[in-house]
């Protein structure tokens, strides 16, 4: 038998462990005001999709929720750039936080920390796979202007990348479970 997944228990659940999937999705995007929105959407996918639910316990429950955020995170930065174009046409202004709210999400997410590792990490990879993850992430470029700005293949401006951030992606997650011991 399935559990139940009305509006009381996913309220229950948001109550319960919003401030964590909020924590999980700023940690992912950097930016507090969009994790709010991301967090959101989450939880209106949830209600929508209730019924579609067959786990029995909490923790499957909480799965699903985590589940259909990574979905949320991975759609947002897929249609980002159409969905401002659209809202700025519209003059939609989305809900913003002010320095004190930004601050304390972040806190709670504990960023300045993430930052720091984030940073030391990706000094130690070697300097080819840093060079094209600073291009490709940080400055956005396409891997058709990475491979031109490092005088490689676009084939192998994706390998680097590829490599540099899975190497960041390991060392992070090392460092998580050496802190929580």
Not at 67 to 87: D, K, M, Q
Not at 100 to 119: F, P
Not at 150 to 172: C, D, K, N, Y
Request: hydrophobic letters at 45%.
């Amino acid at each position: 038998m399935s559990m139940e997944l009305d509006a009381a228990t996913l309220g229950d659940l948001y109550e319960a462990e919003g401030r964590a999937l909020l924590r999980y999705v700023v940690r992912r995007t950097f930016d507090a005001d969009l994790a709010l929105d991301l967090v959101a959407e989450t939880f209106a996918i949830a209600f929508e999709r209730r019924r579609t639910f067959r786990g029995k316990t909490r923790a499957e429950a909480l799965g699903w929720l985590y589940a259909i955020t990574r979905t949320v995170i991975h759609h947002h930065y897929r249609r980002g750039a159409a969905e401002r174009r659209a809202l700025a046409r519209l003059a939609v202004a989305r809900p913003i936080l002010d320095d004190h709210e930004r601050a304390r999400v972040e806190e709670l997410a504990g960023l300045d920390a993430l930052r720091c590792s984030l940073a030391g990490e990706l000094n130690r990879l070697p300097r080819d796979q840093r060079r094209a993850v600073e291009l490709r992430v940080v400055q956005e470029r396409s891997y058709e202007d990475v491979a031109v700005l490092l005088g490689i293949t676009p084939q192998t401006a994706r390998a680097r990348v590829s490599r540099g951030l899975r190497a960041l992606g390991q060392a992070l997650r090392l460092e998580r479970v050496t802190d929580a011991h």
